[in-house]
């Protein structure tokens, strides 16, 4: 190695001094301060103040950075290309051919020096026998090779590059193949059009710019088709024989996007019989599509003859697991219902048979079935017939099992529905009516020998006798027929009108009593009271002009003189002599109570045990009620509150307040009929 340097002017601060190695990845020693003449010498390759920097060159400060780095004050001394040695040998040295070492493996030679003049000396000596290259490829004159020119031997490795891109005018001879004569073997990076660098296992050829040129496998290659995720066929994808399958029970999905059909050109079978399912429990079709053609089932002809299409047939047994079928016929119950018509051309018996349950039987002599689209039955007349005439009279049984949609001797069309099923109710003769029987099935029987009673038996809703009916209602007047409305065993005969309704004697009309006996009692359930009644016994005769009737206290009424009993009621502070005079009892009825709610009512005295829980006694309204009037009320035990309510109605009040309590034992209050709606207590 050697440079040329000028060293600093008599000014400068003075001649070269070596500083160490320089890192030119990190750009340390810092050079912020480096001085002129520094020198360090580089141990790490980079770039750094715009300059690419090797292993062994020289960095040279020529001028003072004073604390801040120029590039311009940075030279570079480039060691890299120094040589060491020639072909071993150092000093002043020249080379010869013989001092350099030559390879001459190759077959069409032999020579007995490594040196370059032997090894030239056996080429030209293996060369003189042999032609020149009259052509390559068809071509003469100065010819260059490109990849896409000729088909090409590689090396004898079978590898052919064929092309037709030669374009320019040859005229001439061949006399070398890329400067080379005699029998010549390329390889790719022999082609001119070819740059082939260092290269790995996997590398593939890209075109640039002109040139092929060799790189790593980009990594949009795939390894394996489970690599590409949104995989698309470039055309019909042929399964070689092969299956579609799927491994650890998952699902082999077939989704076709937006509103796009699965098609298929070709029967849908299963790998095995009765084996599986299109659809299931959790997911459904919403719809299956339009069928046009016919739902069969294969079944086993067990008539004793032959089978032809279009004839109705029921299923008689199974064997295996194919179900048997007969020829069916409306007037024999173990023949019905059908289940369908026969699909197949001809079936002899014991062969197999397809059976058409519903869809379009087509090729059927339906000649005899018309008009077009006429309801079809299960004929009563022949077995496995079908007519357009539904079966009569009640041993028949009805089954409509289709239409027919084309009359003809040989190419008719009927559509088949309704297998499986006849008519639960039969045909009905005149004068018959359906009626249940014990197995809950309709029976036919004639309406005249009917009982009533039988109705009682069989429908909740009749009724043999007037006692079955707990709530009766009359729809119009009821006409006694000169008849007694009558009781058995001493019962009563009860009138209740609803409410406020009254037993009305209508036009004037008398209320007699039985004339046979001198007494007539009227009983009467007291309005204020739970349990008690009386009975009023009226007396025998008329009574004359301005006469009362009266009670003696036990309910038998007598008439008293009106004058009389208003004299007494004038005296009201003589109760002994109203209450003899006109035989009127002025105590309060007494009673026990135990239970709630109690209705209240006037002359009362409530004596409350209230030991059993809270009792409430409602107060009568004071709108029917004069004032003065009284009830009595006594708390006889504790512990449970004895609430007293007016009526809602006005509203009532006691006092002024909505209700009163009474919760000391033995506390007792008098409530008075006061002005207005309110009770007062004294």
């Known amino acids: 190695m050697s440079f040329n340097y000028t060293p600093p002017s008599a000014t400068g601060t003075g001649g070269l001094e070596y500083k160490g190695t320089f890192d030119a990845s990190t750009g340390l020693p810092d050079l912020s301060n480096a001085e002129q003449g520094d020198l360090y010498v580089i141990s790490v390759a980079g770039t750094i103040y715009g300059q690419t920097w090797a292993v062994g060159d020289h960095l040279l400060i020529n001028e003072d950075m004073?604390?801040?780095?120029?590039?311009?004050?940075?030279?570079?001394?480039?060691?890299?290309?120094?040589?060491?040695?020639?072909?071993?040998?150092?000093?002043?040295?020249?080379?010869?051919?013989?001092?350099?070492?030559?390879?001459?493996?190759?077959?069409?030679?032999?020579?007995?020096?490594?040196?370059i003049d032997g090894h030239l000396a056996g080429i030209d000596s293996q060369l003189g026998a042999a032609a020149p290259v009259d052509s390559v490829n068809g071509q003469t004159g100065v010819v260059n090779i490109y990849a896409d020119d000729?088909?090409?031997?590689?090396?004898?490795?079978?590898?052919?590059?064929?092309g037709t891109g030669a374009s320019s005018t040859l005229n001439a001879d061949v006399t070398s193949v890329n400067g080379a004569t005699g029998a010549v073997s390329l390889g790719l990076d022999d082609l001119n059009d070819v740059t082939l660098g260092t290269t790995t296992n996997g590398d593939v050829l890209t075109y640039n710019s002109g040139v092929w040129e060799s790189s790593a496998a980009p990594g949009g290659f795939l390894t394996a088709v489970v690599d590409d995720t949104t995989p698309q066929l470039g055309g019909p994808l042929d399964t070689n024989g092969q299956s579609i399958t799927s491994a650890s029970n998952a699902n082999v999905t077939i989704d076709p996007d937006g509103t796009g059909d699965i098609s298929t050109g070709a029967d849908i079978i299963p790998d095995a019989d009765f084996s599986y399912t299109i659809g299931d429990e959790d997911f459904r079709f919403h719809s299956f599509g339009t069928l046009n053609g016919a739902v069969r089932?294969?079944?086993?002809?067990?008539?004793?003859?032959?089978?032809?299409?279009?004839?109705?047939?029921?299923?008689?047994?199974?064997?295996?697991?194919?179900p048997t079928v007969d020829l069916a016929r409306a007037?024999?119950?173990?023949?019905?219902?059908?289940?369908?018509?026969?699909?197949?051309?001809?079936?002899?018996?014991?062969?197999?048979?397809?059976?058409?349950?519903?869809?379009?039987?087509?090729?059927?002599n339906t000649s005899t079935l018309t008009p077009v689209n006429s309801t079809l039955y299960v004929s009563a007349a022949t077995a496995g017939a079908l007519t357009v005439t539904a079966p009569t009279g009640e041993t028949n049984f009805i089954q409509n099992i289709g239409r027919v949609l084309r009359v003809d001797g040989s190419a008719g069309v009927i559509r088949v529905g309704g297998?499986?099923?006849?008519?639960?109710?039969?045909?009905?003769?005149?004068?018959?009516?359906?009626i249940g029987n014990a197995s809950n099935q309709a029976v036919t029987k004639a309406i005249s020998t009917i009982e009533l009673d039988e109705f009682s038996n069989?429908?909740?809703?009749?009724?043999?006798?007037?006692?079955?009916?707990?709530?009766?209602?009359?729809?119009?007047?009821?006409?006694?027929?000169?008849?007694?409305i009558v009781s058995v065993s001493n019962a009563d005969i009860v009138i209740a009108p609803n409410g406020t309704g009254s037993l009305v004697v209508k036009d004037e009309k008398?209320?007699?009593?039985?004339?046979?006996?001198?007494?007539?009692?009227?009983?009467?359930?007291?309005?204020?009271?739970?349990?008690?009644?009386?009975?009023?016994?009226?007396?025998?005769?008329?009574?004359?002009?301005?006469?009362?009737?009266?009670?003696?206290?036990?309910?038998?009424?007598?008439?008293?003189?009106?004058?009389?009993?208003?004299?007494?009621?004038?005296?009201?502070?003589?109760?002994?002599?109203?209450?003899?005079?006109?035989?009127v009892d002025a105590r309060p009825t007494y009673q026990s109570v135990s239970s709630s709610p109690v209705t209240g009512a006037i002359n009362y005295h409530y004596s409350v045990d209230t030991s059993g829980g809270a009792i409430t006694i409602n107060l009568p309204a004071i709108s029917g009620l004069s004032t003065g009037q009284r009830i009595y009320i006594k708390l006889k035990t504790a512990g449970n509150d004895l609430t007293l309510t007016p009526d809602s109605t006005a509203p009532d009040f006691i006092d002024g307040q909505s209700s009163y309590v009474l919760d000391v034992q033995h506390s007792a209050l008098t409530l008075v009929v006061g002005a207005g709606s309110n009770w007062e207590i004294i």
């Open 297 to 322: 089932f294969k079944a086993k002809n067990d008539s004793g003859g032959t089978m032809t299409r279009g004839q109705v047939v029921y299923i008689k047994g199974i064997s295996g697991t194919v």
């Open 419 to 434: 297998a499986g099923r006849s008519n639960a109710t039969p045909n009905l003769d005149t004068d018959n009516i359906f």
């Open 510 to 583: 008398s209320l007699k009593f039985n004339e046979s006996s001198n007494t007539y009692s009227v009983a009467v359930k007291a309005p204020n009271t739970l349990t008690a009644s009386y009975s009023l016994t009226l007396p025998v005769d008329d009574g004359t002009t301005s006469q009362l009737l009266s009670t003696d206290g036990n309910g038998v009424l007598s008439w008293a003189d009106a004058l009389l009993v208003a004299q007494n009621l004038a005296d009201l502070n003589n109760v002994a002599t109203a209450r003899d005079n006109l035989g």
């Open 150 to 162: 000729s088909t090409l031997n590689i090396a004898g490795s079978g590898l052919t590059i064929s």
């Open 458 to 484: 069989t429908t909740s809703g009749f009724i043999k006798n007037v006692v079955e009916d707990t709530t009766p209602q009359l729809g119009g007047n009821i006409d006694t027929n000169s008849k007694e």
């Open 66 to 115: 004073g604390g801040t780095i120029t590039n311009s004050k940075i030279d570079k001394v480039d060691n890299t290309d120094a040589v060491t040695s020639v072909n071993g040998l150092v000093g002043a040295v020249v080379l010869s051919g013989d001092d350099i070492a030559a390879d001459h493996t190759a077959v069409n030679y032999t020579a007995t020096n490594a040196n």
């Open 331 to 364: 007037n024999a119950a173990a023949t019905m219902p059908a289940f369908g018509l026969v699909w197949s051309a001809t079936a002899n018996d014991q062969a197999e048979v397809q059976i058409v349950t519903f869809g379009q039987l087509e090729d059927a």
